[in-house]
């Protein structure tokens, strides 16, 4: 974007100074080249700040474009981590089930023993 806008201030100097000079050459009252070159740098400044507001525009575009890419990614990545987390939560319930009921097995056999013997 830095080289575009180098580029475009160049055309528009270069542009300047050559209207500047053939205005000058011309053979025109001081008056009458007075006012041309007040209309023609009022022109120019015209352009240049529509061609500003433009990459104003641009910018602010892609700064969106840029914030929301983020904004997504960063969404995905908590998304991702709550699935795991969900995950590792019911494993680790199913886990802690099992071993209840092994313990519950394990005690009431030993009940069943006792009450035998």
Do not use: C, H
Not at 25 to 44: F, H, K, M, T, W
Not at 97 to 114: G, R
Request: no cysteine; net charge negative.
């Amino acid at each position: 974007m830095k080289d575009q806008t180098k580029v475009i201030a160049a055309l528009l100097v270069g542009a300047a100074a050559g209207a500047a000079i053939g205005l000058l050459l011309a053979p025109e009252s001081g008056s009458e080249l007075r006012e041309d070159i007040a209309d023609y740098v009022n022109d120019l400044f015209e352009k240049a700040k529509n061609q500003a507001q433009n990459t104003v525009g641009d910018v602010k575009d892609y700064t969106s474009s840029v914030v929301d890419k983020a904004k997504s990614k960063f969404n995905g990545i908590v998304g991702d981590a709550n699935d795991y987390k969900d995950e590792a939560v019911d494993a680790a319930q199913a886990k802690a089930d099992e071993a209840k009921d092994k313990v519950k097995s394990t005690a009431n056999d030993w009940n069943n023993s006792i009450q035998q013997a």
